[in-house]
C-alpha cells in the first residue's frame, strides 16, 4: 500500500492571498520573529502577540483553498494508500478544501491555548490577553501557536509517517526552519522518492530527487491528475 507524506509550507496559501514569511513583504518583513513568534515575546508583550495572531486569523477567514489545496484533497481521497498532510501553515485551506488527514505541526490559528493548563478551545476570532481559560479560569489564553523554541506537535507520530513514506513531497517551503526542513533527510533515509514543489529551490533544495518549479497552482494538480 503506498504511502505518501506531504509537507507544506506558507508558499500553498500564498496563491490563496496569504503573506508567506520570507517573501519580500513577508510576514517576518513587517515583524521581527523576536517581536511576535516566541515565548519570552509573548511574555514581554502580549498584546503585540495577540493582536499579531489576531490580524492573521482576520486575513485566514478572508480567503479560500486554492487548486493545490483541492489537488491534495482528491489524492487522499482517490489514491489506493494512504496521503498524510503535515502543514507548517497554520491556516486552515487543507481542511477547507477537502484533506481530512492533516497534522499542524505549528499549532493553528483555530485554537487558543491556557498557557497555565494546558487546556485548548476553539479561539475566539478576536483574543485578547488576559483572557480567562475556560478549564482552570486563570487570565493565561494564548494563541495555539508553535513559536520559535519551542516543540512542534506530534513528533513521534510525524518521524512514525517519514519513516514509512514511499513518497515524499515538499511544497511551498522555503526550508529554513527545523525540525520541518530536516524532513527530506528522514524521508530519504526510509527510501522514499522525495519531489520539491517551490517557485525555486529551498535550502533544503539540493536533497530533493524531483523538482517541480512554479506555482503550486500549477504544479500539485499536474502531479495529482
Ligand atoms: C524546535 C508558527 C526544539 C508561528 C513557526 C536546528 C538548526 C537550526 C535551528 C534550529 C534547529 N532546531 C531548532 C532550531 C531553532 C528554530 C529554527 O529552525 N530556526 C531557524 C529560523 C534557523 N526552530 C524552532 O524553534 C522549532 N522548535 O526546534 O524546538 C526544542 C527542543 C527541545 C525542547 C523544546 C524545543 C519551532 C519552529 C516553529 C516556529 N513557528 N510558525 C506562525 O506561523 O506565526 S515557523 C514558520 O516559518 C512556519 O510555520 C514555517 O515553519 C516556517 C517557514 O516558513 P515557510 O512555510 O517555509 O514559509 P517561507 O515564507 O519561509 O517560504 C515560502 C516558500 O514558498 C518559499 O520557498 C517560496 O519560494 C515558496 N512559494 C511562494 N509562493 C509559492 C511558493 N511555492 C509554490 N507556489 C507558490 N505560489
Redesign the pocket.
Known sequence: MTKIVILT???IS??SGLE????SD?LWAQHRVEDV?TPEAFARNPKLVVDFYNARRAQAAEVSPNAAHRALARLEAELDGEVVVIT?N?DDLHEQGGSQNVMHM??SLKGALCAACDHRWPAPMVMAPGDPCPACNAPAARPD????????YDMDALFEHLAEADVFAAI???G?????AGFVAEARRAGAQTLE????R?AVGNQFAEHRVG??TQTVPAWVD
Request: charged share 10%; proline share 8%; no cysteine.
Open positions: 509550507g506558507a508558499g500564498a496563491e508567506t514569511f520570507r517573501a513577508g513568534a507548517q497554520v505549528h499549532g501557536i508553535v513559536w520559535f523554541g519551542e516543540m512542534p511551498g517551503t522555503s529554513n526552519v527545523y525540525p520541518a514543489f517551490n517557485l525555486e529551498s506555482p503550486a
